[in-house]
């Protein structure tokens, strides 16, 4: 993890970008503390617990990355009382309208930055749509501040290949860029022009206009990172540890207690080049067997075989024998556990429990 | 809930068997005591960390239907210390060695019950398979308890029809009876002999030399469960309220704040013959709108679309507007929250929040 924080700081420092690190993979004091540039943020969020918890811990510099629901604008001026510079994201005249209604009626007129829309993927407003953009801005100076514009390529994920994912990482800078010079052209402010994605910020060549980068996963890494490219099975900085409970030999499984609720039920290898199932096997140092994958998982038990279509064999392991797992997305399968047994590469010994948090 | 409960309670009433309700589900002290038929029990659980918070709050007769590593008897023991009666499964000599082992060292004999693969879905012994099942008893009654036999008929998740759920059902119980008879005949024990999944469950017409049922997800139900048929949508008790918090209107999409995080990855309906999505959608009071899913997720945004393929308009829903979304599997999405806000039908009020836990 030490490895994987130090790779994107010293690949964004040449860039001239701040990075606001997205605390959603691991959603852990200890874990902010050491992927903040300072125990204040920058930081990025995506519920409003996990500000209120960062908040509570220190942390004053937020942006919490997820359109604004109007109902929620009472918790997001209760934690600006608090001395937190909280800003939220928009790409609506009416949630502009209700931000700047809420301001003026707090007398503290809080920051939002629109969201811009740079591959389709989700929210936004594309790029170029100079009416919606100035009409929200507009809105927005009502009461609020224009803090700036924001865009997450999140179809970097399913590019491939070196040259696809620079070509991703500039249509994801451009876009903003894009956004931002229609915001000044038109008389209103935009300090902030934020991009981020793992993917993306693993590839920018040129961030020119942009001042920072959000990215959440690169903290862990995980099997749908390493089959896009972005890091090595050895860079993955999660794992679940579970035991051998059963074996079922005539079929070749070999049956674990760690299932879908230790792992997640997220499958995103399962559309890439090499179907990794619910995981990659390793002994219980973390050194992976070879094509030993977690095949199948229900809530409790899980089933290791070898992949399909290879010769490697079954390894040797006996009832009580210990194996650590690798994730296909670290941001689900650390959601499914309360607290992380911290460890040093290849070793068991475990030096400290960082408790993590969820909910809403 | 309560609906839901008492439709399983009167159907086993004249099968003359007891219902031993799976505590995985909820995880909820307050859905256990409204489930099981006392405060003392009897319970299913999948973990050790569900054995002690129920035992904690009184429960008395508890298995433990995950395959048990040698490494977990001491848990057993300090539960079974406090007064619960607490068993464990397993299907292998040397689990039964360890488990005789340790009940010799703690002076008391762990109850274990045989785990039987009645139709290859994952853990257990064949049920014909007379030298294993003997030796394993033999093991056991070496200073543990030959509690009894043991199956969960997993693959009656995948079974479609009346005809095909009874006769799943009836393989269930088959296969439990034949290794209860194995063991008598070979002078051995078999107290118990236990059976269960929702499905089964549900469909069983005679449970003849059958002891007592397990089902899990019956409390809840679920969008897998009303695909198999054994329940319908209406009695689906658990669903996520979520907050719209943008639309793409060309594309056709409402955006809420539920995603993967509120829904879980579980995906249980993709491979049945009408494919849910990450949920269907419904109004606020939990009337479903005509064939309107959450079509995609990510972490915190959810993607809401009309089902692919039908002619259904996406309803107007404006920002901040509040729908209802009913889960694939309840098991997967209650495990994402960390309580329940309990509402009686068709209404918004909360009467009441019950914690519910999770880990290991």
Redesign the interface.
């Known amino acids: 993890m030490e490895r994987n924080i130090a790779r994107l700081r010293e690949r964004l420092a040449p860039l001239n970008v701040t990075l606001r690190p997205h605390l ?1 993979t691991a959603k852990s004091v200890e874990i902010a503390q050491r992927v903040m540039a300072s125990p204040q943020g920058p930081a990025t969020v ?2 409003l617990k996990e500000a209120e918890f960062f908040a509570a811990a220190g942390v004053r510099d937020i942006i919490y990355a ?6 929620k604008l009472a918790k997001v001026i209760a934690l600006r009382r608090q001395g937190v510079d909280l800003a939220v994201v928009l ?2 005249v ?2 502009a309208q ?1 931000v700047a209604a809420a301001s003026r009626e707090a007398g503290d007129p809080i920051p939002a930055l629109i969201e811009i ?1 740079c591959d ?1 993927h ?2 936004g407003v594309l790029p170029g749509d100079e009416d919606r953009l100035v009409a929200i801005g507009k809105a927005l100076v009502e009461g609020a501040q224009l803090r700036g514009v924001l865009t997450h390529a ?1 179809g970097s994920y399913a590019a491939r290949g070196e040259e696809e994912l620079r070509r991703r990482a500039e249509e994801e800078r451009s876009s903003v860029v894009e956004a931002a010079t229609i915001l000044r052209n038109a008389g209103l402010p935009c300090p902030a022009v934020s991009v981020g994605s793992t993917p993306t910020a693993h590839h920018a060549v040129d961030l020119t206009g942009v001042t920072e980068v959000r990215a959440g996963v690169f903290v862990f890494f995980d099997l749908v990172m390493a089959g896009v490219g972005i890091c090595k099975i050895e860079d993955i900085a999660l794992s679940v540890l579970a ?6 030999r005539e ?1 070749g499984w070999i ?1 674990v ?1 760690a299932g ?3 792992m ?4 995103g290898t399962a559309k890439q080049a090499v179907n990794q199932g619910y995981g990659i096997v390793c002994d219980s140092s973390g050194q992976p067997y070879d094509d030993l994958i977690l095949a199948d998982a ?4 899980g ?1 290791i075989m070898v992949r399909p279509g290879t010769d490697a064999s079954l390894p040797e392991l ?3 024998d210990r194996v650590r797992i690798l994730p296909n997305h670290a ?2 399968t650390g ?4 607290s992380y047994h911290v460890v040093h590469s290849a070793s068991d010994i475990v030096h400290g429990e960082w408790q993590r948090f ?3």
């Open positions: 959603k995506s519920t997820v359109g604004i629901a109007p109902w790409d609506t009416e949630q209700a829309d389709g989700r929210a999140g035991t051998v409970i059963g074996h079922q079929k049956l207690d879908w609720m230790a997640s039920q997220d499958r229900n809530q409790e038990h089933i006996k009832i009580g941001c689900a959601a499914q556990h309360r969820g909910g809403w």
